[in-house]
């Protein structure tokens, strides 16, 4: 069965500081992956998308980047985190004709 | 670009009563819909899925939703909500495309008072 990880949980940072969140896929391959981000009182944001190995798409110009090393590996990252990078952000999946995996979600609070 | 409304930010219900909550998206070709549920402390689960075929989707927990073209909507129902539907509800649209993003909504808060 397909499984998705995502981690840390939470995480306090503070100003200028780099971030790296990690998102791995297991029992599938080629999967569309996804990152998300959630803020307080606002609905899921999509920031990031990507068909395949090193294929990134941007969808909101802002302070954070992604990459996909591996074909089921989506990490987003930082090189100075600011205030307003606060929120949950969320990691999916997804295969034609399947819908959405999402994982856990890690807490980022940008002190 | 698709986009999705849901009009209702915050409901508040009594145990037993009728849901119903609006969405609304836009887009110019095939679309794929979805309702999404988000419990206090919890991840996102799915709550049912439309891609094609029979316009009323049934999904868990007794919630169903309709696809109606015409009026480009896929509200969500349940006719006798419970304390434990008390979370946050999303709608969410993917078009075509090789990458199928997700779009959603701004979400609506559910409380259901006991």
């Known amino acids: 069965s397909q499984t998705i990880h995502q981690w840390p949980a939470t995480l306090v940072q503070p100003v200028g500081s780099p971030l790296s969140l990690e998102c791995t896929v297991e029992g599938t391959s080629n999967p569309n992956l996804y990152w998300y981000r959630q803020a307080a009182g606002r609905g899921l944001q999509l920031l990031f998308y990507?068909?395949?190995?090193?294929?990134i798409s941007s969808e909101v110009p802002q302070n954070l980047s992604a990459s996909r090393p591996q074909d089921r590996q989506f990490i987003l990252s930082s090189k100075k985190l600011l205030l307003s990078d606060s929120g949950f952000y969320l990691c999916?999946?997804?295969?034609?004709?399947?819908?959405?995996?999402f994982g856990s979600g890690t807490r980022l609070t940008v002190v | 670009a698709q986009s999705v409304s849901q009009h209702n930010h915050h409901v508040i219900l009594s145990e037993a009563a009728s849901l119903e909550l609006g969405c609304n998206y836009s887009y110019g070709g095939t679309v794929n819909l979805f309702w999404y549920v988000q419990y206090p402390g919890q991840h996102l689960q799915l709550l049912l899925k439309?891609?094609?075929?029979?316009?009323l989707v049934k999904g868990i927990k007794g919630f169903e939703a309709e696809f109606i073209k015409s009026k480009f909507s896929f509200n969500l129902r349940k006719p006798s909500v419970q304390w434990s539907d008390t979370a946050e509800y999303f709608c969410?649209?993917?078009?075509?495309?090789?990458?199928?993003?997700?779009?959603f909504g701004s979400g609506t808060q559910l409380t259901v008072l006991p």
């Open positions: 969410a649209v993917s078009g075509g495309g090789s990458a199928r993003q997700l779009t």
């Open positions: 439309y891609f094609s075929g029979d316009p």
């Open positions: 999916a999946w997804s295969r034609q004709n399947y819908g959405y995996t």
């Open positions: 990507s068909v395949g190995i090193g294929q």
